[in-house]
């Protein structure tokens, strides 16, 4: 794994991914990049971002850490793109994982999260999971053993277009980090 390798932000910054440090991370790379990415690659009804995915998964808090968490529980695609359960989980896919790990990390000391994704956060991405399934894809299998332990959550999916994403976004997050600055 070469470790120079980088991409590109929209900040104009350069992101190692592979070697990230903190001075590459910035909220207005990590909010734009998640709100023009679509959930389930694009097998949606509608458009619908890892952005409102992210905002929605923190609305399931009460303001605190949990929250914050899910605000950012896939910050780490804003750099790396969103891959799809079923290839994510397999072995060859290990690097993918470490990467991803790795960045979610490097972003939780940055902006004072839990190193690791509280188990509260992972229910509730799995409950927004099962309920993203069963609303807005197109011939979800919900009977999936894979399934079993998720809920319908009582969400309204909002469909931001990618701008409107980007800024409730930035939104939630200030609502969440006050202390925080922008740039």
């Not at 990230?20 to 959930?39: G, K, Q, Y």
């Not at 914050?68 to 690097?95: N, T």
């Not at 991803?100 to 509260?120: C, D, Q, S, V």
């Not at 277009?161 to 980007?166: D, I, Q, R, Y």
Request: proline fraction near 5%; aromatic fraction near 10%; charged fraction near 25%.
């Amino acid at each position: 794994m070469n470790k120079d390798e980088y991409i590109g932000t929209y900040t104009g910054r350069r992101v190692h991914i592979f070697n990230p440090s903190a001075d590459e991370i910035h909220i207005l790379d990590i909010a734009t990049a998640l709100s023009r990415i679509c959930r389930f690659n694009g097998h949606c009804r509608q458009f619908y971002s890892v952005a409102e995915h992210s905002i929605l998964a923190s609305l399931l808090f009460p303001p605190g850490i949990n929250a914050k968490a899910a605000l950012f529980h896939d910050a780490g695609e804003a750099y790396l793109g969103d891959i799809v359960r079923p290839i994510k989980r397999q072995l060859e896919m290990k690097f993918y994982r470490k990467a991803e790990g790795n960045l979610y990390r490097l972003i939780a000391k940055i902006f004072g999260l839990p190193e690791e994704i509280p188990a509260a956060v992972h229910q509730a991405d799995n409950d927004m999971l099962f309920t993203e399934l069963a609303t807005i894809t197109p011939d979800a299998d919900l009977q999936s053993p894979r399934l079993k332990n998720y809920r319908l959550l009582p969400i309204l999916f909002h469909h931001w277009t990618p701008e409107e994403a980007k800024e409730e976004f930035l939104k939630r997050y200030q609502q969440l980090f006050s202390q925080e600055s922008l740039l």
